[in-house]
C-alpha cells in the first residue's frame, strides 16, 4: 500500500473521533505493509490528557507485538505530533513519522520546533509531513468550523 493509503486509514480513524466530540486526528501502525495497530483522540471522553492519536496507537502496537519498542515500524497520523506525543515516538524507536496536516501552534516536527531534529537524542525517528495534508486539515477545519458555529459535535462533510 501506499503512504496515501496508509494514510486514508488514518483519516478513518480521524472521522471516528469526530464522530464522537473528539478533535478528529487519526493514527495507525504499520510494520512491513501490514497495519498491526490503529488509534484516534479520545481524551475528552476518557478525561484523560494522554489519550492522543498516536498514543492510543502506540500502546496497541506495543501490545500487538509484545514490546514496548516498535523498530521497524512506522506511524502515520493526520497532524503533525505534538511534544508529549513525539517524546511516546522517540522511546518507541519508531522508524519513521508520517504525519498529514502540519501544526502552526504545537506542532514540533518543524511547525514550533523541531524535536526530530535534536541530534543528541539517542535514537532519531525519520520524520515527513505532508501526506494528504489538504484532506488531513479539511477535517479539522470543519470539525471547528462546526464547533465555532454552535453546531456541536456534528460533522458535515467528511471525506475519506
Request: charged letters at 20%; glycine letters at 12%; hydrophobic letters at 45%.
Amino acid at each position: 500500500m501506499t503512504d496515501e493509503g496508509f494514510m486514508r486509514l488514518a483519516l478513518a480513524q480521524a472521522a471516528k473521533a469526530a464522530a464522537l466530540g473528539e478533535v478528529p486526528v487519526g493514527a495507525i501502525v504499520v510494520k512491513g505493509d501490514t497495519v498491526i495497530a490503529e488509534g484516534f483522540n479520545r481524551p475528552i471522553a476518557g478525561h484523560d490528557p494522554t489519550a492522543h492519536a498516536e498514543v492510543q496507537a502506540l500502546r496497541a502496537a506495543a501490545l500487538s507485538l509484545g514490546n514496548y519498542r516498535l523498530p521497524g515500524c512506522r506511524l502515520f497520523v493526520t497532524l503533525e505530533p505534538c511534544l508529549m506525543c513525539s517524546g511516546a515516538i522517540l522511546h518507541t524507536r519508531l522508524d519513521e513519522v508520517v504525519f498529514g496536516a502540519h501544526d502552526p501552534k504545537t506542532g514540533v516536527a518543524g511547525s514550533v520546533i523541531d524535536v526530530y531534529g535534536i541530534t543528541s537524542l539517542n535514537h532519531q525517528t525519520q520524520i515527513r509531513g505532508g501526506v494528504l495534508a489538504a484532506e488531513c486539515g479539511e477535517i479539522l477545519q470543519i470539525f471547528f468550523k462546526n464547533k465555532r458555529f454552535g453546531q456541536g459535535n456534528q460533522v458535515k462533510r467528511v471525506s475519506v
